[in-house]
């Protein structure tokens, strides 16, 4: 499990640019799977057929992860950039960029107070000595990602994206774990999340499922000084109740916490202040979606070195598979 | 001259009749199928049941205004900007009110009757008022009405070197565009979408895709360019005079990339001149019509336009003329591409 999230986190997939990402899923669930088909905005849909008495659960997990896009070359060289989906300020200076293209560089800021940072007071500075040297290498309106890599810490682990990679991960190895489910099971890998639960909207649309589920990372408050948040890395599989675009359907939620107990699968309750997934965007589709979440408690979300426990993972995967068979006749 | 009466037509969101009619009036004879829906968009539909890819051109038809919200006692009418609109670029403008064009201008305190700390900041919407000569507020009322707009008297002019300065470009400029291109001679189905009340939120776009239900849709805008002076290069959105845009990114949209990368190569092959919009702020009705549904291909040309949401803008017929040449260049090699199928 380790090394799929290590190759997920890994790969190149800025919001509208996550090929790289659904190509590497397609190649790992390509035997384990019914129907594979994609969409115009760029989500992978993977079918797993259930029994006839089953209902259609969608599972929703992002392949997108935010990113900055070049707006601006100057003569000796330097890029200026946009955001793409929430960058924080104060993760950006001294960190690496690496483009769509493979070039890579450095972040930094003019002079200044800290205070008084704005995203056009950095810049991106690939190595280049004149402008003609950075055409080269990149194009104005070219997508970027943080460049870092995979760190194992034994039971944490560190990378890029596992917002909302690791979502993918527990995605992928259910769907390597799960034979002859009793419902049918979409496993949609959505595009676009971060610039607005976009994705996640036009397939669900195209599914109309009974059931909805994302898998996505949630904050945690278990760091020196954190704002107060009743979620910690290590204590299990979060059960959404709410965020800013979902309140959990109760009976989602109460089938979600049934089965945790039923199964042994450690978990905790998830109440997200600020923040959406695609459930919040699956949930309004067409006359209405049961929604829910199941969320990987992550620390240090949206920036480049997003940490989880590989035990919440598992946890995940646990409840996913559960669902999978889980008689849904009440929903 | 279209652009002109284009223009020069009034129409806040909500209310775009007076666009819609020029519209309509142009276009009937040159399509096949033309009609209003419950929102109030322009649909206007060629080939509507041929084969081939369903293509969209969509632009919006209403522009920022000042709604009429209140009559005073002395006649004078108070007003909320419906739309983004600067306070500071409202003071002493002449503007027309409502169905009758009442014309009026917009007052304030004058100089010397404010006081130091009210000079040291500019005019709030609250302190103006819009003066129609009117002595009370019967006499108001029988001019204007509450919920009517006023609009900026400006009148469209060609400027300089191939300059034109008119209000509301944002985006009759589309219009123009669309109206163009739809007597442009395909065998596909080629559908116009003139939406409204994008500049209150992109509601008309959404509605008008659920029932086009276009396999693809081009976008057409007016788009803010602020390469004026006091402003740093890398934060110019556009140029004017560089050639039409491409939107990569905003904040309602990642117009489809494949169909960017295509339209950026046939600039290229066509030695048309275009540019990236260097922003990622703003949204256009390519954020809705992305969403309808399973979801559409779209992508973004606009014309930069200085001073947009202002009473008057300034804009390049190249660039517009780049963007008339791209378009036309793009749904030809659709043609071919049909033709060859």
Redesign the interface.
């Known amino acids: 499990m380790k090394t799929i999230i290590q190759q997920l986190t890994e790969a190149f997939g800025p919001s509208g640019f996550e090929t790289e990402v659904t190509e590497l899923i397609k190649s790992m669930i390509e035997e384990h799977v019914d129907e594979l088909g994609a969409d115009v905005l760029g989500n992978l849909i993977a079918v797993k057929k259930g029994s006839q008495d089953g209902k259609k659960i969608m599972f929703a997990a992002h392949t997108d992860e935010i990113g900055l896009v070049v707006t601006h070359i100057d003569d000796k060289g330097f890029l200026r950039f946009g955001n793409v989906g929430g960058v924080g300020i104060s993760t950006l200076v001294g960190n690496r960029v690496r483009f769509a293209g493979g070039a890579v560089g450095a972040i930094y800021q003019e002079k200044g107070s800290w205070k008084d940072l704005t995203l056009d007071k950095l810049y991106i500075d690939i190595g280049a000595e004149s402008k003609e040297e950075a055409l080269k290498k990149v194009k104005v309106g070219e997508f970027g990602i943080f460049h870092r890599e995979f760190e194992d810490l034994g039971n944490r682990l560190i990378a890029k994206s596992m917002d909302d990679r690791v979502g993918c991960a527990v995605l992928v190895e259910a769907l390597k774990t799960i034979k002859n489910p009793k419902n049918t099971l979409y496993f949609v890998f959505t595009a676009q999340e971060e610039v607005g639960l976009r994705g996640a909207r036009t397939a669900a649309y195209g599914i109309e499922p009974d059931l909805g589920i994302a898998l996505d990372v949630t904050l945690t408050g278990d760091m020196p000084e954190a704002r107060r948040m009743d979620v910690s890395l290590g204590k299990g599989a979060a059960i959404k109740v709410k965020d800013s675009s979902l309140i959990a359907h109760p009976k989602v939620k109460d089938l979600l916490v049934s089965l945790a107990e039923e199964k042994q699968i450690p978990y905790q309750m998830e109440v997200l202040d600020a923040g959406g997934t695609d459930a919040g965007a699956i949930h309004l589709t067409k006359a209405g979606v049961p929604s829910g979440a199941i969320s990987i408690p992550t620390r240090y979300v949206h920036s480049p070195s997003e940490m989880v426990d590989i035990r919440d993972v598992k946890a995940c995967v646990d409840l996913v598979v559960a669902l999978a068979d889980k008689d849904l006749a009440a929903i | 001259m279209l652009l002109a009466r284009l223009t020069e037509a009034n129409g806040a969101p909500g209310q775009e009749g007076e666009v819609r009619d020029l519209i309509r009036a142009e276009l009937e004879a040159h399509v096949d199928e033309i009609k209003t829906d419950a929102l109030g968009n322009l649909i206007a539909i060629k080939n509507p049941d041929a084969p081939g890819p369903r293509v969209m051109l969509a632009a919006h038809m209403d522009e920022v205004a000042l709604m009429i919200v209140g009559i005073e006692s002395n006649g004078y009418l108070k007003f909320r900007p419906i739309g983004g609109v600067d306070p500071r670029v409202l003071v002493a403008k002449s503007v027309v009110v409502g169905a009758k064009k009442v014309p009026g201008v917009i007052g304030s305190k004058p100089i010397h009757l404010q006081k130091p700390a009210e000079r040291e900041r500019p005019f709030t919407i609250q302190e103006l008022l819009i003066d129609i000569g009117a002595k009370t507020k019967e006499e108001a009322e029988r001019l204007v009405k509450l919920g009517e707009c006023a609009y900026f008297t400006t009148k469209y002019e060609e400027i300089g070197n191939g300059k034109i300065k008119a209000k509301a470009l944002d985006d009759r400029v589309g219009c123009e565009l669309a109206i163009r291109l739809l007597q442009e001679d395909v065998s596909f189905p080629l559908i116009a979408a003139f939406t409204v009340q994008e500049e209150v939120g992109l509601r008309g776009a959404g509605v008008a895709t659920y029932q086009v239900k276009p396999d693809l849709a081009l976008v057409l805008e007016g788009t803010t360019a602020s390469d004026v002076p006091g402003t740093?290069?890398?934060?110019?959105a556009t140029t004017v005079g560089a050639g039409p845009c491409i939107t990569?990114?905003d904040r309602?949209s990642?117009p489809?990339?494949p169909l960017v990368q295509e339209l950026f190569a046939l600039a290229d092959e066509e030695g048309i001149k275009v540019q990236?919009r260097?922003?990622?702020a703003g949204g256009t009705d390519a954020g809705r019509i992305?969403?309808s549904?399973?979801?559409?291909?779209v992508a973004t040309i606009a014309v930069p336009c200085r001073y947009i949401h202002s009473p008057v803008s300034v804009m390049s017929k190249d660039d517009y003329e780049g963007a008339y040449k791209l378009v036309k260049s793009y749904l030809k090699r659709l043609q071919e591409r049909e033709a060859s199928n």
């Not at chain 2, 549904?293 to 291909?297: A, L, P, Q, T």
């Open positions: 740093d290069e890398h934060k110019h990569v990114i309602v990642i489809y990339p990236v260097r922003n990622t992305q969403m549904e399973e979801g559409v291909k």
